[in-house]
């Protein structure tokens, strides 16, 4: 089947403004979570879902980030005032389930704020 | 929370040779370590992951060892190939309830044939 998808592959935005990022991950899959990557860095871990609810969201650094995953599918990253320091690569992953299971990563959304 | 290092960040060995890339993480609680391969413009894949019950596994040319006692673990690979070059991710978590990872900087393995 299709695995993670995400979109847009590229944004650029303005300081200031406001950036939504999809991810769709594998069907099926309950667990889904959102990384930063920047440059030449592992990925850094923002959010956990479990089906519709957040069960950690610790990774998140501040509270112009936010995150919702309404119907325990689909899952949008939001980021409000964007600054410079938000540019990276954000990265979402779904696993079968909580637990040890694998991550399936989808390609990423290069985001740039200018 | 939990913390990974991971050296080196850059190793080069030539075609055939064995690289070694080693991982060092800080909670004993975490009980579940992954490795992860990314290719250049790619996303990270996962390729070997070993959990605390066993202190090696081996999968073809690539192995992984862990040492619970030191906090420590490595990643091993044989007779590297140029398709092996890449960037490699160590991580460390927690099974119970949900698979939260900690990542390491990473290392970037170049294969000289």
């Known amino acids: 089947g299709a695995g993670v998808s995400q979109t847009p592959s590229n944004k650029v935005t303005e300081k200031g403004k406001y950036v939504e990022l999809r991810c769709d991950p594998i069907?099926?899959?309950?667990?889904l979570y959102w990384y930063r990557q920047s440059l030449g860095q592992g990925p850094e871990f923002l959010i956990y879902f479990q089906g519709t609810g957040a069960a950690d969201d610790s990774g998140l650094p501040n509270d112009r980030f936010f995150a919702v995953r309404p119907e325990g599918s689909v899952s949008t990253l939001k980021i409000q005032r964007t600054e410079r320091g938000d540019s990276a690569v954000y990265l979402c992953a779904s696993s079968l389930a909580g637990g040890s299971y694998e991550q399936y990563f989808g390609p990423g959304t290069r985001l740039t704020v200018t | 929370g939990e913390n990974v290092e991971q050296h080196p960040s850059t190793l080069s060995v030539q075609e055939g040779d064995s690289a070694v890339i080693k991982c060092t993480y800080s909670?004993?609680?975490?009980?579940?370590f992954p490795w992860y391969k990314q290719e250049l413009g790619k996303r990270p894949q996962l390729i070997i992951d070993?959990?605390?019950?066993?202190g090696e596994k081996k999968d073809q040319r690539i192995a992984v060892t862990l040492n619970k006692t030191a906090k420590h673990f490595s990643l091993h690979i044989t007779e590297t190939q140029p398709e092996d070059s890449a960037v490699y991710f160590c991580?460390?978590?927690?099974?119970?309830?949900?698979?939260?990872?900690?990542f390491g900087t990473g290392t970037k393995l170049q294969v000289i044939p």
């Open positions: 070993i959990r605390s019950n066993v």
């Open positions: 069907s099926g899959h309950t667990a």
């Open positions: 991580a460390a978590g927690n099974s119970g309830g949900y698979q939260k990872v900690t």
């Open positions: 909670d004993s609680a975490s009980n579940y």
